[in-house]
């Protein structure tokens, strides 16, 4: 049996990539730039008036001037329109190109305006206030967004605003999800007492969508060649299969010798952790990845948190300092002592909340073992605590792997 630690470099040892697509940007949320975004234009793309108000020429000001003409009234998006003579203003607009005949831009409020002349009320005024010069955020072909962030709200706004309808971004490996066990029945139906409504087929479907991705999904009974010729099929259509269930010691856990007799190289089986600890890995010569995660939700939830996440992230993004995809690597403060002695990396249920001092602090949410999945609804994260220590003391502070938003 192999360490948390191991398992997790053997995972990160098969990166792929997927290359790239087209996609429109306003459909592009959630997935990761492939190249930079460029300004077409200077950012701003001319001097753009800041506040509504007059605009003067300074040198008026300086010499005394504090009574100004109005010369017309330009709104945002209207051709600038010039002064012919430097007692002479504009009233002018937010968002208005600054015609080049004036400089600065007088606020409303430090001005009195009656019968078309305009008062200043200010002794002082800056040179060039309430301007944003033209260029100043960034230049004309400037890298605006670099290849590899996550496409956010503000990277869809840089897009909207240099005219790139159609983002290049990485492609997102095709997806199964394979659950298996013949106890499992689907959402609808009514199960005998015996059976229960399959979930983790939907939380995995539902974790990866989070991240753009369209798995598909498929069920197979417990019977050795049934598994056989449906993941054969999957090892011809997918780059990555997830499945769940059937790995274990039961006499029905067909799972891990059809793999192998399909030719998909074991990497590994079985990892010191709870939960989880029957996890088995592994690649297929045509570079297809197997994630067999235990049936036991809580067990698969966790390992998809723990391993396939981190893997699909750097499978997209550069490396980042902290060897994780997107850099998110969050640590909490235990705020309980647990004692947990078997030799086993133990992944806590746990309640992250932001303390007052603005510290995460975990409480833990024990539940009743890998079977009780209703406890996850009251965690929104786990703890990994190591595998070297058995008490673990109020105060300490640990990784947590979130799946949920940590409120305060
Ligand atoms: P297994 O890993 O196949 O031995 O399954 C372990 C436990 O997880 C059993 O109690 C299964 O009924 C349960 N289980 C397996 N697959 C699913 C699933 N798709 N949805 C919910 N529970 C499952
Ligand atoms: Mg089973």
Redesign the pocket.
């Given at each position: 049996m192999i360490t948390v630690e191991e398992a997790e470099h053997i995972i990160l040892n098969e990166i792929r990539n997927y290359d790239c697509e087209d996609v429109p940007f306003d459909h592009a949320l959630g997935r990761i730039l492939a190249e930079n975004i460029v300004a077409d234009r200077d950012l701003p793309p001319c001097n753009r008036v800041a506040m509504d108000g007059i605009a003067i020429r300074y040198s008026a000001f300086e010499n005394g001037l504090r009574t100004f003409k109005i010369k017309g009234v330009q709104a945002a998006g209207d051709a600038p329109l010039d002064i012919a003579a430097h007692d002479e203003c504009i009233e002018i607009m937010t968002g208005a190109a600054l015609p080049d005949s004036v400089d600065t831009v007088v606020r409303y409020e430090d001005v009195t305006i009656d019968n078309g002349i305009a008062i200043l009320n200010v002794e002082t005024i800056r040179k060039g206030q309430n301007i944003h010069t033209k260029g100043k955020d960034k230049k004309s072909g400037e890298v605006v967004v670099a290849a590899g962030t996550l496409i956010d709200a503000t990277v869809i706004s840089m897009a909207a605003s240099v005219g790139v309808s159609l983002l290049p971004l990485k492609k997102l490996p095709r997806v199964v999800i394979i659950?298996?066990?013949d106890?499992?029945v689907d959402t609808n139906a009514q199960p005998l007492s015996h059976q229960?409504?399959?979930?983790?087929?939907y939380t995995i479907e539902a974790v990866l969508q989070q991240y753009g991705l369209d798995p598909e999904m498929l069920h197979i009974a417990d019977d050795i060649q049934a598994t056989k010729e449906k993941i054969k099929n999957c090892l011809l259509q997918y780059d990555v299969i997830i499945l769940?269930?059937?790995?274990?010691m039961?006499k029905f856990?067909y799972v891990p010798q059809v793999l192998e007799e399909l030719g998909v190289n074991k990497l590994f089986h079985r990892v010191k952790q709870r939960p989880g600890k029957?996890f088995w890995f592994g690649k297929h010569s045509n570079s297809v990845l197997v994630f067999a995660f235990?049936?036991?939700?809580v067990s698969?939830f966790m390992c998809l948190h723990r391993y396939f996440i981190p893997w699909l992230r750097s499978c997209l993004t550069p490396p980042s300092p902290f060897g994780d995809g997107r850099g998110e690597v969050f640590f909490a403060v235990l705020d309980q002592d647990v004692t947990f002695n078997p030799q086993l990396q133990y992944f806590m249920q746990v309640k992250v909340s932001i303390s007052e001092k603005g510290q995460l602090v975990a409480i833990p949410q024990e539940g009743n073992g890998s079977?009780d999945?209703a406890n996850l609804i009251d965690s929104n994260a786990f703890m990994e605590l190591p595998l070297e220590k058995s008490n673990f003391k109020k105060g300490e502070v640990y990784r947590i792997w979130p799946f949920k938003q940590i409120l305060a």
């Open positions: 659950t298996t066990g106890e499992l229960i409504r399959s979930s983790n087929n769940c269930g059937g790995i274990s039961g856990d029957p235990p049936g036991n939700p698969a079977g999945y």
